[in-house]
């Protein structure tokens, strides 16, 4: 495996990392049990563990929902649809319906509750597996409310924060995210922010935000 820094030799992981670990069929899997399986330092935060509990215990509900509908003669794709507060969702189980498309409603629903199971097992594995103390939850009003111009998701907001007051730039850390529309489209936009914010030349800011495309 090749980083585009030859000094990466650390992670924080996102909520979406875990994830990654424990789902085989999505593309940054490989990599994800790469860096649990080599000797790299890794982090993460209370505050994504809980994010993480708090989006299968979702999923879970939102399953449960789903398997009253269509017992009631409702599709899949009409519950889907008419759920707007599903909006965050809805891709991750359009994804995953694909893959039970050939099979009846009832079957489907099934196989995506064994699966939020699986990766219930599997992101709390790998919790287990980050050996490094879980970073405490932080409050730094003006960090946060500087950061809304970039970092629409009050929660996403809270685990940069978090990261961010940990690290107080005192050495090179990779926050490592799959996520593309709060944190990597406006990565040295946030970057700029997070060093006005803490009284340093965007130079000399040791917290880089990285993607799996860094890791070749």
């Known amino acids: 495996m090749i980083f585009e820094e030859d000094n990466m030799d650390n992670f924080v992981f996102d909520t979406n990392v875990f994830f990654a670990y424990a789902d085989e069929d999505s593309k940054y899997h490989m990599k994800t049990h790469f860096l649990f399986d080599n000797d790299y330092e890794l982090f993460s935060s209370k505050k994504v563990k809980r994010e993480s509990q708090s989006v299968i215990r979702r999923h879970g509900e939102i399953l449960t929902d789903l398997s009253e509908s269509v017992s009631s003669g409702e599709s899949i794709e009409d519950y889907l ?30 196989q995506l509750k064994d699966l939020n199971k699986l990766t219930e ?12 103390e879980l970073i405490n939850d932080h409050q730094n009003i003006d960090l946060e409310q500087a950061l809304r111009m970039h970092i629409t998701n009050r929660e996403d907001r809270h685990i940069l924060v978090d990261v961010v007051c940990w690290h107080d730039n005192s050495f090179e850390c990779h926050f490592l995210t799959a996520d593309s529309e709060d944190f990597l489209k ?25 993607s799996y495309r860094d890791i070749k």
């Open 81 to 110: 649809e008419k759920n707007v507060e599903l909006e965050n969702d809805k891709r991750y189980f359009a994804e995953k319906i694909e893959l039970f498309k050939e099979n009846n409603p009832k079957d489907i629903i099934r």
């Open 121 to 132: 097992l599997g992101v709390g594995e790998a919790f287990q597996r980050i050996i490094n």
């Open 186 to 210: 406006r990565r040295r936009a946030i970057r700029r922010t997070i060093a006005n914010c803490i009284n340093c030349e965007i130079g000399d800011l040791l917290l880089k935000i990285i």
